[in-house]
C-alpha cells in the first residue's frame, strides 16, 4: 500500500544528505490532504531534518510532544508530517495548498494549518477528519526545488540555511 511506503520513507530518514526529493514526489503528485470541507494538493512545503550527522538548529525541538513518523505535528510556525526515527527527528512544514475545486492558492504556513483544521466541532468526538490519501488519477507537474524560507540566525549555526529543502509544485 501506498501510504506504508510514504510512512516508510519518514522513518527511513538518515545521511548528511537525505532524499527528501522521493518524499516530496510522492506528496505532491500522488497525495491529496482531505478535510471535512475540501480536497487540497500540496503547493509548498519545507524539510527539516536534525540528527546527529544533519545538524539543523532550526528544526523544532520535540519538548511538548514527540510525534510519530507520519503525524501531524503543530508548533509556532504551522503544522508538519512528522518524520522520526533512531537517527534524528524532523517535520515536512506544510506552507501553502492547493484547493483542487475551487483552484485557489493557499499561501503560507499558518494559514494552510487554519484552513486544514479550522471548522472542526470542537464538541463531537472524532471530528477532526483531516488527513493525507493517496490518488491515483492526478495530473503530474513539475516540482521546483530552492532555498527554505524565513529562517532564523539559528539555521546559520551549521550552514543549514543553505540546504536546498523547499518544494513548489509549478501548477
Known amino acids: 500500500m501506498a501510504t506504508n511506503k510514504l510512512i516508510?520513507?519518514?522513518?527511513e530518514v538518515k545521511?548528511?544528505?537525505?532524499?527528501?526529493e522521493t518524499i516530496a514526489e510522492m506528496l505532491f503528485n500522488k497525495c491529496v490532504i482531505k478535510t471535512e470541507n475540501a480536497t487540497y494538493r500540496f503547493f509548498e512545503i519545507e524539510f527539516?531534518?536534525?540528527a546527529?550527522?544533519?545538524k539543523d538548529e532550526s528544526t523544532y525541538k520535540?519538548?511538548?510532544?514527540?510525534?510519530?513518523a507520519g503525524q501531524w505535528f503543530f508548533h509556532y510556525s504551522g503544522v508538519d508530517i512528522a518524520?522520526?526515527?533512531?537517527?534524528?527527528?524532523?517535520?515536512?512544514?506544510?506552507?501553502?495548498?492547493?484547493?483542487i475545486a475551487t483552484k485557489?492558492?493557499?499561501?503560507?504556513?499558518m494559514v494552510s494549518a487554519m484552513k486544514l483544521f479550522s471548522g472542526s466541532n470542537a464538541f463531537a468526538p472524532g471530528s477532526i477528519q483531516t488527513h493525507v490519501k493517496f490518488v491515483e488519477s492526478l495530473d503530474k507537474f513539475d516540482i521546483t526545488k530552492g532555498l527554505r524560507k524565513n529562517?532564523?540566525?539559528?539555521?546559520?549555526?551549521?550552514?543549514?540555511?543553505?540546504?536546498?529543502?523547499?518544494?513548489?509544485l509549478m501548477v
Open 8 to 11: 516508510q520513507l519518514l522513518k
Open 15 to 20: 545521511g548528511e544528505k537525505p532524499n527528501f
Open 48 to 50: 527539516y531534518w536534525n
Open 52 to 54: 546527529e550527522e544533519h
Open 62 to 68: 520535540r519538548k511538548h510532544v514527540d510525534p510519530e
Open 83 to 99: 518524520m522520526r526515527n533512531k537517527h534524528g527527528y524532523g517535520g515536512i512544514l506544510i506552507r501553502g495548498l492547493y484547493n
Open 104 to 109: 485557489e492558492r493557499v499561501n503560507g504556513p
Open 151 to 168: 529562517l532564523g540566525k539559528n539555521a546559520e549555526v551549521h550552514d543549514a540555511h543553505l540546504y536546498e529543502y523547499r518544494f513548489n
